[in-house]
């Protein structure tokens, strides 16, 4: 028997695409002792594998060219020599873009498949809803009545961090792509405003949502929108960086302005990046009370699931970039 891996062919230039990637057959692998091989089901496309295409330094080395995508995902464990992975039992982890994956559990934790369907595991109740929930809570720190600002605000990250503003008394408001997205954001998560960046007027209109200036901004975008969300920071504000994504293919040269790093000065603002895995011994915190808000009702989550399977992935990977999709992108596996 055979299982599938997505290989690295070539480094992108610009939008990563299909001729970046092949699909490569191999023998099916066995676990040994303390060991279990997972059945993958569905791959998280997230921005930062961008990145993790590009030579150069990081937090994480560079996947090679001709080593197997890495990728979040999850499945179901269909062989297992390992007591604490039985077989039948729902997984997810850094598992890689492939059909099997072979693990000793290192980094990869049991679902309850009950609870919420398995792409949700890959979306809002993971690593999405970690990075929001450690960079909206543990960083950028809501008060009562203060104002929350973020961009991409339909995507996987910005979804979640506008509803635990408000779940946490802070206003909400969310910037997006589109007119669509914006009625999303107000009529589905609950944000108080919505403002679309493709307005002409985007700055006046953020001016009109945040009127008292914005408290935090949880930045996830860069370019000419973090610029104007600068600019607009009240005092003593907070900015959670996780992500610029405007930056990663090279579309968006633009730094930020003068007019910004003097916001940052005189609005004695705290930025502050951060991945999950600084706040590594806090996941099971961050899984239950994600969880709990959830099957409460509280917590709004949507995936945007496309199939095709690992042949799609570069495909669907380069809608992550423009905007295309709405929600979480997640590819399911045939």
Request: with cysteine; glycine share 14%; aromatic share 6%.
């Amino acid at each position: 028997m055979t299982s599938d891996e997505l290989i690295l062919a070539s480094r992108p230039t610009g939008l990563p695409g299909a001729e970046n990637f092949t699909v490569r057959q191999v023998a099916l692998p066995e676990p040994g002792e303390g060991e279990f091989r997972v059945r993958v089901e569905v791959i998280s496309l997230d921005p930062a594998m961008r990145g993790w295409m590009s030579e150069g330094r990081s937090y994480v080395p560079p996947v090679e060219i001709g080593a197997v995508m890495r990728a979040f995902a999850a499945g179901t464990v269909e062989a297992s020599r390992h007591p604490g992975f039985p077989e039948g039992s729902s997984v997810v982890g850094m598992l890689g873009a492939r059909s099997h994956a072979l693990s000793n559990g290192e980094g990869v934790y049991r679902i309850e498949r009950a609870r919420a369907p398995i792409e949700r595991w890959v979306g809002g109740l993971g690593m999405p809803g970690m990075t929001a929930y450690f960079g909206l809570l543990r960083i950028g720190r809501p008060k009562d009545g203060e104002t929350v600002a973020v961009a991409a605000a339909a995507g996987a990250v910005g979804q979640i961090v506008g509803q635990l503003a408000k779940l946490h008394g802070a206003r909400a408001v969310g910037i997006a792509g589109g007119p669509e997205k914006c009625r999303l954001l107000t009529e589905t998560f609950g944000f108080d405003e919505a403002v679309d960046h493709r307005a002409p007027d985007m700055e006046a209109r953020l001016k009109a949502a945040c009127p008292k200036g914005i408290d935090v901004y949880f930045e996830n975008v860069g370019g000419p929108i973090a610029d104007a969300c600068y600019r607009n920071m009240a005092m003593n504000g907070r900015v959670p960086v996780c992500g610029m994504i405007s930056t990663y293919n090279g579309e968006s040269t633009e730094g930020l302005s003068l007019a910004a790093y003097r916001s940052i000065l005189v609005n004695r603002l705290t930025v502050r990046g951060f991945l999950i895995f600084d706040f590594a011994a806090d996941i099971e915190e961050a899984l239950t009370n994600l969880g709990r808000w959830h099957e409460e009702g509280r917590l709004v989550m949507r995936e945007d699931v496309r199939g095709g399977g690992l042949g799609a992935f570069g495909a669907v990977l380069s809608d992550l970039y423009t905007g295309a999709n709405t929600g979480k992108l997640v590819l399911k596996l045939d």
